[in-house]
Nanobody, 120 residues
Framework: EVQFVESGGGSVKAGGSLRLSCTASGFTFGDYDMGWFRQAPGPECELVASISSDGRTNYVGSVEGRFTISRDNAKNTVYLRMNSLKPEDTAVYYC??????????????WGQGTQVTVSS
């Protein structure tokens, strides 16, 4: 069974930093692309960052240069380092594994989410 344990969320002031962690089990971690989605209040959920099985990274434009996604395959863990946080980064952040078969991330496996709140 695919499972994730997320941690590292919390409340910070604008300009602060947080590091999210997501430790996975139930599959061969190094074989899969991983990502972080976020959902602010409202219907939309966006893919913030992703990292391929071989370490290539992608970011949504609003976090480029501020957030860094990384992975440690020996620890089955993906990280999201968030610097220079802004109030608009406030959201629930979800760790996501790509689905089997190469579909989009949103059809993959999701963690339980961790709240990030940034105050001005």
């Amino acid at each position: 069974e695919v499972q994730f344990v997320e941690s590292g969320g919390g409340s910070v002031k604008a300009g602060g930093s947080l590091r999210l962690s997501c430790t996975a089990s139930g599959f061969t971690f190094g074989d899969y692309d991983m990502g972080w989605f976020r959902q602010a209040p409202g219907p939309e959920c966006e893919l913030v960052a992703s990292i391929s099985s071989d370490g290539r990274t992608n970011y949504v434009g609003s976090v480029e240069g501020r957030f860094t996604i990384s992975r440690d395959n020996a620890k089955n863990t993906v990280y999201l380092r968030m610097n220079s946080l802004k109030p608009e980064d406030t959201a629930v952040y979800y760790c996501v594994r790509e689905p089997d078969g190469g579909s989009s991330f949103e059809f993959g496996y999701w963690g339980q989410g961790t709240q990030v709140t940034v105050s001005s």
